[in-house]
């Protein structure tokens, strides 16, 4: 996942640019595309929050997990709101950084929401991230994590 956003900057909640090689390093991350005007993603958005505020925020050690928001809002100031108003504290790609567009390409983005589920080297997990979160609740987590084939701390 670090090559996946080498040379880039994320972005965390308080608007700080964070560095992804530490940020992704040994973690399964979701690729969240997403927008505020959308209906369904301002339905999963919620769903997502309590499933990375469960694994990471509240699991002793955290789980290897984060997110990286990628916004198809209007403006940056649309990607800024929904961003604070309703997601959890995670990372977005700056809306300025035209990369999203190779991203969503790259991963065969036609509609959002979409989570996609990748190793640390970018490789697809699943692209049915939304799915399997409703479906299965914590328990995707961990077949996501023996699938990146990355160096557990995480209790199952």
């Not at 999963?44 to 198809?72: G, K, N, R």
């Not at 209007?74 to 990369?99: C, N, R």
């Not at 036609?110 to 979160?133: C, F, S, Y």
Request: proline content about 5%; charged content about 30%; glycine content about 6%.
């Amino acid at each position: 996942m670090v090559e996946v956003f080498s040379g880039r900057a994320l972005l965390n909640k308080e608007g700080d640019f964070v560095d992804p090689e530490q940020a992704l390093r040994n973690k399964v991350v979701g690729l969240y595309f997403s927008a505020g005007w959308c209906p369904p993603c301002r339905d999963f958005t919620p769903v997502l929050c309590d499933f990375y505020t469960e694994l990471v925020e509240e699991s002793d050690p955290p789980a290897q997990f984060e997110i990286v928001f990628i916004s198809s809002d209007k403006s940056t100031e649309d990607m800024v709101e929904y961003y604070h108003d309703m997601h959890g504290d995670w990372l977005a790609l700056p809306w300025t950084d035209q990369y999203k567009h190779e991203l969503k390409k790259r991963y065969n983005i036609n509609a959002v929401p979409k989570l996609v589920i990748v190793k640390e080297n970018g490789q697809v997990i699943t692209d049915k991230g939304r799915k399997q979160i409703r479906d299965q609740g914590l328990a995707c987590f961990r077949n996501w994590l023996e699938v990146a084939e990355i160096f557990q701390n995480f209790k199952c």
